[in-house]
């Protein structure tokens, strides 16, 4: 009788080939099914990694045009990421990001970057000093933009209201050579936009403003094409570029007539008797504008008509003033007709330096009104030349021996500036559908610090997303020849 043992034995020998047969099968069908699946889904698998890749391309080739950039004058601090194609196939899922902040470049000059139609669209630019030359796609350009020293951001539209009057030609704030500077840092501004930006320049002088006259360079903006800045060039080169004609008379061309447009709506304040600056600011408001540049030699105040009662007030005031003087012995028309006399004279005398300064190749003395020539200043420039003007005082000075300058009476009186400010505050809501950035630069001399201007224009700039500057001629030579070292 066998054992248990050896019974299991001979049965599991005794199977091995079916179990072998059963362990081949298994494998085989292993095998076909790895094959299946393999080109049911694996294969798949290599397709969307075929579509990866390409996209990985497309990244490279965009971040190579950002590096091209950069090296070509824009700032490495500010990677335009946004500029990177997006591949979705989700609805709604294509769109470009908002512009990204761009970094400023110095003083006159601009770094910029134009966003065109379309997906993935960017343009970049360089060129000297600025970073930016022309600009790609088929967007606006938007650029920095700054000038003497003041930048403002994506700036496409720009516009330089300029006083071109004596005010700004005084001898305590530099003169012509000062007013040089100012037109060729206005050139170099204009020379450096990119043609998608658009531009215009308005000229005022305060004394010579005749209400609905404006001088400008075009009624509207002009794109910056090439020949639109050779048109201007030769437009402005001429403005107080010689002592022969001064202000306005030295502008060739450029005059219009221009009407406010009506704003019934805007809430204005028609007493406000404003500057010929904000009368100009109004003009330009109407061609909607990015930034505004304001260059002035008087930031003037503001004014109102006083009423029927006050009026008469001072009538009354003046005209005891003037009994005053009957009775210490002195005519009104006489001491007006003394003082008239005295000025005239100090201005023809004026005019004899002025020639045989002109002779010697100097820079004539340019004056407002004559009774500038009898300031401390202006008489150590005479002496200076080797001149000297004395002021008559015969037939116009009071009893105790003090000059007569005024014999009448004002019918206005000085606003409130924050009236202002909101006046123009009112005109940008008005006419602008994005408020234009306002800068304001006041021309002074070396020792002059007008504080209440001070106050009230940096008040009023800073409201506006701008920037309010006092410029002397030093300065402006400073930001000159930083601007030179650049080239």
């Not at 990001?97 to 970049?124: D, H, N, Q, R, Y």
């Not at 048109?231 to 570029?241: D, G, I, Q, R, T």
């Not at 500057?469 to 930001?479: A, C, M, P, S, V």
């Amino acid at each position: 009788m066998s054992s248990p043992r050896s019974n299991i034995f001979q049965r599991v020998t005794a199977s091995v080939p079916l179990l072998v047969t059963v362990i081949v099968h298994i494998v085989l069908i292993g095998i076909a099914g790895y094959f299946v699946v393999s080109e049911q889904f694996i294969g798949k698998k290599n397709v969307m990694q075929a579509s990866a890749a390409t996209e990985s391309v497309a990244q490279k080739q965009v971040e190579h045009r950002l590096q091209v950039a950069r090296k070509a004058g824009g700032s490495s601090s500010s990677s335009p990421v946004s500029a990177a194609r997006i591949f979705s196939n989700a609805e709604n899922a294509l769109q470009l990001p908002a512009m990204p902040e761009l970094p400023s470049v110095g003083a006159s000059s601009m770094s910029g970057m134009g966003f065109g139609k379309g997906i993935g669209a960017v343009g970049t630019g360089s060129g000297n000093y600025t970073g930016v030359g022309t600009v790609g796609g088929t967007g606006v350009g938007f650029v920095n933009m700054s000038f003497l020293g003041v930048t403002n951001q994506r700036v496409s539209k720009v516009v330089f209201i300029v006083d071109v009057g004596r005010d700004l030609l005084d001898i305590r704030k530099g003169g012509f050579e000062a007013f040089k500077i100012i037109r060729e840092e206005i050139m170099k501004l204009v020379s450096r936009l990119p043609s998608t930006a658009e531009f215009n320049v308005v000229l005022y002088d305060r004394d010579a403003w005749r209400e609905g006259s404006i001088v400008a360079f075009d009624a509207k903006l002009q794109p910056a094409t090439v020949t639109n800045k050779q048109a201007f060039f030769e437009w402005l080169k001429p403005v107080n570029a010689t002592s022969d004609s001064v202000g306005l008379p030295s502008v060739k061309g450029g005059r219009l007539s221009w009407k406010p447009k009506p704003l019934p709506n805007a809430g204005l304040d028609e007493t406000l008797l404003t500057p010929a600056w904000a009368r100009c600011l109004h003009f330009v408001f109407e061609m909607e504008p990015d930034a505004v540049y304001i260059i002035a030699g008087v930031s003037d105040n503001i004014w109102r008509k006083v009423s029927e009662t006050e009026l008469a007030r001072r009538k009354r005031e003046n005209d005891k003033f003037i009994a005053e003087m009957k009775r210490d012995g002195l005519d009104v028309e006489a001491v007006n007709a003394a003082r008239s006399r005295a000025l005239a004279k100090a201005q023809t005398e004026l005019t004899a330096v002025n020639a045989k300064l002109k002779a010697a190749g100097k820079n004539p003395l340019i004056i407002k009104d004559p009774r500038r020539i009898f300031e401390a200043d202006f008489q150590a420039e005479l002496k200076r030349n080797g001149a000297s003007i004395v002021l008559d005082t015969a037939g116009w000075t009071d009893k105790k021996g003090k000059l007569i300058w005024w014999t009448g009476y004002s019918n206005i009186d000085k606003v409130d500036y924050d009236e202002f400010i909101l006046h123009i505050s009112k005109l940008q809501r008005a006419l602008l559908k994005n408020k234009a950035a306002i800068n304001f630069f006041l021309f002074v001399g070396p020792t002059e610090k007008p504080q209440a201007a001070m106050d009230d224009l940096s008040k009023l700039t800073g409201r506006n997303g701008g920037k309010f500057e006092l410029i002397t001629t030093k300065r402006l030579q400073e930001l000159a020849a930083r601007d030179d070292a650049k080239k």
